[in-house]
């Protein structure tokens, strides 16, 4: 599956943004679809994610904040991003995974979106 994210953008403190993913080659339903994020000088962390069966699931510093939703008749993957806070800023990407439960690392998910840069201002 190839994955291709879009949304990203300049914006202020407190602002928000949404993230899509949208995925072609093969339908987003048979995965597990996970966001993470990697900023400048700084491993590439787990966002969160959200299973086939549409469960959801983040990291501690974003919860209340960013929301994962997926629409399978559209093939994308959503990260809607509230309260963005200048440690926000980092490029997001969007991956795809095999596996079930809850993953959080990276190599767990095998198909890879190319990125997309949040930059959130003070």
């Known amino acids: 599956v190839q994955l291709q994210a879009s949304g990203g953008g300049l914006v202020q403190a407190g602002g928000s943004l949404r993230l899509s993913c949208t995925a072609s080659?093969?339908?987003?339903?048979?995965?597990?679809m996970g966001w993470f994020r990697q900023a400048p000088g700084k491993q590439r962390e787990f966002v969160g994610g959200?299973?086939?069966?549409?469960?959801?699931y983040s990291t501690d510093s974003v919860k209340g904040r960013f929301t994962i939703s997926r629409d399978n008749a559209k093939n994308t993957v959503y990260l809607q991003m509230n309260s963005l806070q200048p440690e926000d800023t980092a490029v997001y990407y969007c991956?795809?995974?095999?596996?079930?439960?809850?993953?959080?690392?990276?190599?767990?998910?095998?198909?890879w979106g190319q990125g997309t840069l949040v930059t959130v201002s003070s």
């Open positions: 991956a795809a995974s095999s596996t079930v439960g809850g993953p959080t690392y990276p190599d767990a998910f095998h198909s």
């Open positions: 080659g093969r339908s987003l339903r048979s995965y597990l």
């Open positions: 959200i299973t086939r069966s549409f469960s959801e």
